[in-house]
């Protein structure tokens, strides 16, 4: 279940973070005041497919973060026990993304499995179960810091 998300600069949101507690959540607002914007950032944070068309204009970056409540699903032992497999693609190819790439892969629970030439492929391996995970790195990342 989500819990919280933040958003940072995507499409006409500059800044917001919303919690969502126990219980029902509506999103409700007059035409045009942005809750199919908020949808689609919840839409890119579970792995949609999104483009540089999103950033707020005037800005350089857009953040969507989450945090998932995932303890009734009894997975505290696979995070406990499993090395998460991940998949990259890589699209800046960079000596600054190939370092975050091994970061990502020191860390304790997490391991590169393969990277792939795009996202449909990385998306596909996911679906197939080979992955659980992927790490985007878009063409212009080291421009953006």
């Known amino acids: 279940m989500l819990k919280h998300i933040t958003i940072r600069n995507f499409a006409l949101i500059e800044k917001a973070d919303v919690d969502f507690t126990g219980g029902f959540s509506v999103i ?6 942005g809750k199919s914007v908020f949808l689609g950032s919840v839409a890119m ?3 949609q497919r999104s483009d540089a068309k999103i950033i707020r ?3 350089d970056r857009c953040v969507v973060e989450g945090c998932f409540d995932v303890s009734g699903f ?6 406990e026990d499993v090395d998460l497999p991940v998949g990259v693609v890589d699209e800046d190819n960079t000596s600054v993304t190939r370092n975050i790439i091994r970061n990502l ?3 304790q629970q997490t ?3 393969e990277q792939y030439h795009n996202f449909a492929e990385a998306r596909e ?3 197939r179960g080979k992955i659980y995970a992927i790490y985007y790195i878009p063409q212009g990342t080291t421009k953006l810091a």
Do not use: Y
Not at 74 to 79: A, C, I, Q, R, T
């Open 105 to 107: 892969d020191a860390f």
């Open 57 to 59: 204009e005037g800005a």
């Open 74 to 79: 009894g997975l505290e032992d696979f995070f």
């Open 45 to 47: 944070l579970l792995g």
């Open 28 to 33: 409700t607002g007059e035409t045009g005041h």
């Open 125 to 127: 391996a996911m679906q």
């Open 111 to 113: 391991k590169i499995v």
